[in-house]
């Protein structure tokens, strides 16, 4: 009985830490900056994307190397993801501050080009990105510096991004018929690929006769503790972290105290995005990888920030672990044993019965949510106080 | 009655006035709120913009921060030209802010919204890592609630927190709106000696926009302002109360 409420209470909490992971980041982005960001979940699936890369440098290196890569993993996933979500935020998000609805449409077709762009990515595309990048903006800059670009703008920039955009699209089609099929070969494709955890990761530590703790999972545990004290303290304390809570709690007076509200913008998307590549890094443990990753967390991390109070992050940390254990407790039907089988606690017993399998477990946790949100619309943990009245 | 102050012949930092605005001109949508305002604040000297409610004064204050921007019209701040600066760039070359309604940060604490106030030093000082003695000489009672939320403080203390916050930063120009506005007059009182001895001590300017009287009085110069433009102008000691009952009077 000890053991199986131990068990329980650990897969649970592992459930639970895997949703704390991917809704950390955006408790940041959309609870602090209240950015509605759909091409979240594709951050993570490009963090799970740059672990799988990692890990077959890894594996062509031999040795010790595929043991170890993830400690280089980790460090790139952040980057990478961080990196896109500043390129993200910069070009399309900082122009859409304050209008949720054009966010929400721009950030769900960024998703949408993301995923795309993971199924065909292949090295002609790379080329051709790459000499439209190289004649567009080198262009521009040539013809900023050489001529009065203020009054030829209005039609020299449609000419340059027409031409270069046709020169580009040439490239690629050259380079896609002329070369090898190996070279012209997507790079990921639109399958799932498999991404094998170190074989450190691989086995478990079992305790007593039947408690099993799988080694991934409680690796994936500790990453979550590790990256919750670290974003708590980055928040609170350091000077940074200060700057963002004052922008993200009053953006006009913040700028007129001095503060480049521009700067913190995206260094605080950049920092959820980050968060988002370590989400994507850590569930690469927990299976393969696909371009339809992002799809299958992105519910999951906005159901735990808004259950848990917008913009608090200990309201997230409670919502992941209660959402976690209870969809582990009613999933695996321990709900259903807790009742002594007699005829009176007969109709109980079947209802636990019947929600005790994963996608029915999924769908009491949702009603049970909703029903949640009737009551405390504001989440688990609102803000108090008289300065919610301000 | 009216005055002009002196124009000054050169642009140059060390003799120009902290502040000159020239020929302002600001229209919301299409209704011209602003019109040709000149005002010029001396050095080290108070100067008080009056008129009544909806005349244009917090508008003019908000474009002198970087809040709005003027269509026309020259801000020089120091002989400078800020008009294309970010407010964050002008409250880095030292001007002050503290607008109406406070805007205290709410979910910070009184000491975090303290030590954020020394973000406007950018590159003109060094970050203290606590708040200075001087800024509890002032406000005595900002030091028994450090750890209070910015937003759980009453009017009153809000007011003063946001004077202290916008001296941490250590202003050379300080913009108070209405600093006195509904709280009660004990503390209206108080408010007032603070800015004074802060004027006194520090030296730097400051542009008060205010409807108190005896608040209104301890200034150098006062611009008073009907319909978008200035009226009138001249020191204080000039204020008669038939320019009050002409500007300032409901």
Redesign the interface.
């Known amino acids: 009985m000890l053991e199986g409420l131990i068990g329980g209470l650990f897969n649970g909490i592992s459930i639970g830490a895997v949703l704390l992971i991917v809704a950390l980041g955006l408790a940041i982005v959309f609870g602090l900056m209240g950015v509605i960001n759909l091409a979240h979940g594709e951050l993570m699936m490009f963090g799970a994307y740059t672990t799988f890369v990692v890990q077959n440098a890894a594996k062509s290196m031999g040795g010790i190397a595929p043991d170890l890569y993830i400690f280089a993993a980790l460090p790139l996933a952040f980057l990478v993801a961080a990196l896109l979500g500043l390129l993200l935020e910069r070009t399309v998000i900082r122009y859409l501050y304050g209008r949720p609805l054009e966010t929400l449409l721009a950030t769900w077709g960024v998703s949408l080009i993301l995923i795309q762009f993971i199924r065909s990515v292949s090295w002609p595309m790379v080329i051709g990105l790459v000499v439209f990048a190289a004649l567009f903006f080198v262009g521009r800059w040539v013809l900023t510096r050489y001529t009065d670009w203020d009054r030829i703008s209005s039609w020299a920039n449609p000419v340059f991004l027409g031409l270069s955009g046709a020169i580009a699209a040439l490239t690629w089609f050259l380079t896609q018929s002329s070369g090898s099929a190996q070279f012209a070969r997507p790079w990921f494709g639109a399958r799932n690929v498999d991404v094998t955890p170190p074989s450190w990761l691989r086995g478990g530590i079992t305790l007593g006769n039947t408690l099993q703790f799988p080694s991934a999972r409680l690796f994936i545990i500790a990453l979550t503790i590790i990256c919750l004290a670290a974003v708590y303290w980055f928040l609170n304390g350091t000077a940074w972290g200060l700057r963002i809570r004052s922008v993200t709690q009053n953006r006009g007076m913040s700028a007129c105290l001095g503060i480049p509200t521009g700067q913190v913008d995206a260094i605080t998307f950049a920092l959820g995005s980050g968060l988002a590549g370590i989400a994507g890094f850590a569930v690469t443990l927990l299976g393969s990888v696909g371009p339809n990753l992002g799809g299958n967390y992105i519910v999951d991390a906005f159901m735990v920030v808004v259950v848990g109070g917008v913009g608090k992050l200990v309201g997230s940390i409670v919502a992941a672990m209660v959402i976690g254990i209870t969809t582990y407790l009613l999933g695996s039907g321990t709900m259903a044993l807790l009742f002594p089988p007699s005829d009176f606690f007969q109709p109980i017993i079947g209802f636990f019965t019947f929600f005790a399998t994963t996608s029915m477990a999924k769908v009491l946790v949702f009603a049970l949510i909703i029903a949640f949100l009737q009551v405390r619309p504001a989440g688990l943990f609102p803000p108090k106080g008289r300065s919610v009245e301000l | 009655m009216t005055t002009t102050l002196p124009a000054p012949a050169l642009q140059d930092p060390m003799t120009a006035p902290m502040l000159e605005v020239s020929g302002l001109n600001f229209y919301y949508g299409e209704s011209h709120i602003l019109r040709d305002v000149s005002m010029t604040i001396p050095k080290g000297q108070m100067v008080c913009l009056i008129g009544r409610n909806g005349v244009g004064k917090t508008t003019m204050l908000k474009n002198i921060?970087g809040?709005l921007r003027s269509r026309t019209g020259e801000i020089r701040f120091e002989g400078q030209v800020v008009n294309g600066f970010?407010?964050?760039r002008r409250?880095?070359m030292g001007i002050g802010?503290v607008?109406q309604g406070r805007?205290v940060?709410?979910?910070?604490t009184v000491r975090?919204n303290l030590?954020?106030?020394q973000?406007?030093?950018?590159s003109r000082g060094k970050?203290q890592k606590e708040v200075p003695e001087e800024i509890y000489e002032l406000f005595p009672v900002l030091k028994t609630m450090l750890d209070r939320?910015?937003?759980?403080?009453s009017g009153g203390q809000q007011q003063q927190l946001a004077i202290a916050?916008a001296i941490m930063?250590q202003p050379k120009l300080l913009v108070l709106d209405e600093p006195t506005e509904g709280i009660q007059p004990s503390i209206i009182l108080d408010i007032e000696a603070a800015v004074k001895k802060i004027v006194k001590t520090t030296g730097i300017s400051v542009l008060l926009v205010e409807q108190h009287l005896h608040f209104v009085r301890q200034a150098d110069y006062y611009y008073a302002m009907q319909r978008g433009t200035i009226v009138a102008n001249g020191p204080t000691s000039e204020l008669t109360n038939d320019v009050i009952q002409e500007f300032l009077a409901v």
């Open positions: 921060m809040v970010s407010p964050d409250a880095r802010y607008p805007e940060i709410p979910r910070l975090e030590i954020i106030g973000e406007a030093l950018g970050v939320m910015g937003g759980d403080l916050r930063g």
